[in-house]
């Protein structure tokens, strides 16, 4: 059977597992998982999350700078909440500290995976907790010498990777992969503690299936997250986009990856890697970022967008490996997207427009030695009949022009005339069936993307649009595009697409108007 697309189908909970020792069916395993999902999505609360950034970003931490008496004051807060979810924990995470720099530490949480043979590869998720103190010329947008709480910044992310600690530690069965959670120290300073990480790292750096990067989670404006690292590894943008459930973010994907925040040493070091954040401001690195201002909706949302990531990610049977193309690939062609492109002329008439807004397709100028001219079209004349479209809507009748093939009847009203006349045309160009090309792309394996849409075809009429992933055709992904245009071709209408576009999936239908004998 081909791999699914974008990993829609987790093989881990396909065909006959054992779940409690008890072997079960898909629809069963399924359904399990779907209870062990709810089950530390439940534990991730709203007011736990305002808690926690509102206390990490007090004035009494001074703004948590590495190494200072703020940076060690959001430690002993750290591990006093950690305290607490041990003492309530289903499974207890083992806590250590990491120790380096100038008195700066990492603190870290491993919470052992439960498969005897993933248990020993492992998922990061990591967010810094430290901020710019009373910030200075080289950190602060200013004004400098006052507390920097960095409420967003990154307090929101730290409160995050908080409730994801107490989300698995409430599951009953760890997920299968090994879960390192990292609050990294001195970020603000240059990604050091990430940084000390891969050089003196606690699990070996092969065992690393991936990273996720949580950095301003707070600050969600109409959904939009900024999204780096989706081309580290093949399929990583569907899995993003597979998990935002309720189509409520949308993923702002950034084709290139830049060191400025923790991700950044693990992709450096081969390993597939993605940030989250959700856009800087007007406050950023400044004194007025604070808790007042946070989206605390938003926050309790995206805590729980990693949660499904960082889930998922720990317990599929497999995951790809780091795409080495990443680093030296230049932005993708198609990621700039285009508008669609303007329709190709074909008949040469152009419409009464005033009676084309109430379906009346009237002739207003004929284009000299056009088809529209040679077959006998002229002013005034009202077209009720073009190929297979039959006094239909305007809009039907601009997409046929585009797909019919010739010869193309046509029966026009013309004034002074009972009878309606017909006649025969000869459009120019090659007639459209969907009306888009696509290409493939190795970091979307299983998919093609959309690069251009011909205006008034039928893609364009559906809503499909340039830079689009089209995940899958009537549920069978493709191997290639070549396999994408084959069935195109050959097979019956309407065509069923599974169609991404910023992180929101949606099922896109597209009907064609078929000539009829």
């Not at 509102?54 to 305290?83: I, M, P, Q």
């Not at 993923?251 to 890697?273: E, M, N, R």
């Not at 013309?414 to 309606?420: E, F, K, N, Q, V």
Request: glycine letters at 8%; aromatic letters at 8%; charged letters at 25%.
């Amino acid at each position: 059977m081909k791999r699914s697309t974008a990993w829609q189908f987790r093989g881990l909970f396909l065909g006959i597992v054992l779940i409690h020792g008890v072997a079960v069916s898909s629809f069963d395993s399924i359904a399990s998982e779907a209870i062990v999902i709810r089950t530390g999505l439940s534990r991730i609360d709203g007011d736990d999350l305002k808690r926690h950034v509102t206390t990490l970003a007090s004035d009494s931490l001074e703004g948590r700078e590495a190494g200072a008496r703020g940076g060690k004051a959001a430690v002993a807060y750290l591990r006093s909440v950690l305290k607490r979810i041990r003492e309530t924990s289903r499974t207890l995470p083992v806590e250590t500290t990491q120790e380096f720099g100038r008195d700066y530490q990492n603190l870290l949480v491993l919470l052992p995976g439960s498969d005897e043979t993933l248990k020993h590869e492992a998922v990061v998720v990591g967010a810094h907790y430290d901020h710019v103190g009373f910030g200075k010329a080289s950190n602060s947008r200013g004004p400098i010498g006052h507390i920097h709480n960095g409420a967003d910044d990154n307090a929101s992310g730290t409160a995050a990777l908080l409730e994801l600690i107490e989300a698995f530690a409430s599951l009953e069965i760890p997920p299968a992969r090994s879960i390192l959670f990292a609050f990294w120290d001195a970020e603000e300073a240059g990604l050091l503690g990430s940084k000390h990480w891969v050089a003196n790292p606690t699990i070996p750096m092969q065992d690393l299936r991936f990273v996720l990067n949580i950095d301003m989670l707070g600050r969600l404006r109409e959904g939009r997250v900024i999204t780096v690292g989706w081309r580290s590894a093949p399929g990583l943008r569907p899995f993003l986009a597979s998990h935002n459930v309720t189509n409520d973010l949308s993923l702002a994907y950034q084709p290139q990856v830049i060191a400025d925040s923790d991700h950044y040493p693990f992709y450096a070091a081969g390993v597939p890697a993605v940030h989250l954040d959700t856009d800087k401001h007007d406050d950023y690195h400044r004194p007025s970022d604070d808790p007042d201002k946070i989206n605390w909706d938003g926050l309790r949302r995206m805590t729980e967008y990693s949660y499904r990531l960082a889930f998922d990610a720990a317990n599929r049977p497999d995951f790809p490996r780091f795409r080495r193309e990443a680093f030296s690939e230049p932005t993708p062609s198609w990621f700039n997207p285009k508008a669609a492109a303007s329709p190709p002329v074909r008949l040469g008439v152009n419409w009464d427009q005033e009676k084309l807004r109430q379906n009346v397709v009237v002739v207003s100028q004929v284009t000299p030695g056009s088809p529209a001219a040679i077959a006998g079209l002229r002013v005034a004349d009202r077209i009720v009949r073009l190929g297979p479209w039959k006094m239909g809507s305007a809009d039907d009748l601009k997409m046929v022009i585009q797909t019919v093939r010739n010869p193309v009847p046509i029966r026009v009203e013309r004034p002074g005339i009972d009878t309606p006349l017909e006649m025969s045309a000869y459009l120019l160009g090659t007639p459209v069936r969907l009306g888009a090309s696509w290409r493939d792309d190795s970091a979307l394996p299983n998919c093609v993307v959309i690069t251009h849409v011909v205006a008034e075809s039928p893609a364009d009429r559906a809503g499909i649009a340039a830079g689009d992933v089209v995940l899958n055709m009537s549920g069978r992904s493709f191997a290639s595009s070549e396999e994408m245009r084959q069935r195109v071709l050959s097979e019956k209408q309407p065509f069923h697409f599974r169609v991404e576009r910023n992180g929101r999936i949606r099922e896109v239908t597209v009907e064609l108007m078929e000539d009829t004998p």
